[in-house]
């Protein structure tokens, strides 16, 4: 898996649009750049993930670098509610995955203000 | 679809006892993973089983702990002679088979304290 580096800490004001960088500078080709999120005592959550166009889903919205080394989780409108552990995966992903181990770094605590 | 439970939701045992864990995946997800999760850090894998047989295990998994899942359906996670470094949530996910085997969904874990 490609190692990813994520910010550990960033702020944003309620309503306001969430940016979350990732850095993925050794991605393959085959590599899919996954996003899940944990909010204080609850498990992981799904929300995103891409190979290399643009894409959203009710959740957020994710942008990949053309030259796919970068990647910015976007939460157009960040409500209390977001406030949780961003983590920013990069594997080999599609249909064809056989398994099995996701390898969570440290993440990035995004905290959404009144 | 109740999503992934686990039981029981916290733990406290003394060192050197023996607890179990158990996790119902999502029906139909015939991928069962479980993972630990320490205070600051994020979840690290522990195991993972396809149907019932267990594919997978990370060499966090030592001697005292042992993994099942007998038919396929739900999973238990037991640990052996507690010791005060066990203390963590324990995470259980779950996923389907010939979909992208890293969209996992978790439960809300398992919190253990050991004394």
């Known amino acids: 898996d490609a190692k990813t580096t994520q910010p550990p800490s960033m702020d944003c004001a309620e309503g306001r649009a969430a940016n979350l960088p990732c850095n993925h500078s050794?991605?393959?080709?085959?590599?899919?750049v996954y996003w899940y999120r944990q909010i204080h005592s609850q498990g992981p959550q799904y929300i995103i993930h891409?190979?290399?166009n643009n894409e959203t889903n009710e959740m957020a919205s994710l942008i990949i670098t053309e030259d796919r080394k970068s990647s910015t989780l976007i939460l157009p409108h960040a409500t209390l509610r977001d406030t949780a552990v961003y983590y920013c995966?990069?594997?080999?992903?599609?249909?064809?995955?056989?398994?099995?181990?996701?390898?969570f770094g440290e993440g990035t605590q995004l905290t959404v203000n009144p | 679809d109740t999503g992934v439970s686990q039981n029981p939701r916290h733990k406290i045992t003394k060192r050197g006892q023996n607890v179990t864990f158990r996790c119902d995946p999502i029906?139909?997800?015939?991928?069962l993973y479980w993972y630990r999760q320490t205070l600051g850090q994020g979840p690290e894998f522990l195991t993972y089983?396809?149907?019932?047989?267990?594919?997978?295990k990370s060499r966090l998994l030592s001697d005292r702990f042992s993994a099942e899942r007998p038919k396929g359906s739900f999973s238990t996670l037991e640990i052996q002679r507690t010791e005060q470094g066990d203390s963590a949530m324990y995470l259980c996910?779950?996923?389907?088979?010939?979909?992208?085997?890293?969209?996992?969904?978790f439960g809300a874990g398992t919190r253990l304290s050991v004394l």
């Open positions: 996910a779950s996923s389907l088979m010939y979909r992208d085997a890293n969209i996992q969904y």
């Open positions: 050794t991605i393959s080709g085959n590599e899919y």
């Open positions: 891409g190979l290399k």
């Open positions: 995966i990069v594997r080999v992903g599609g249909v064809e995955t056989s398994g099995s181990r996701l390898t």
């Open positions: 029906s139909e997800h015939n991928r």
């Open positions: 089983f396809q149907n019932e047989a267990q594919l997978e």
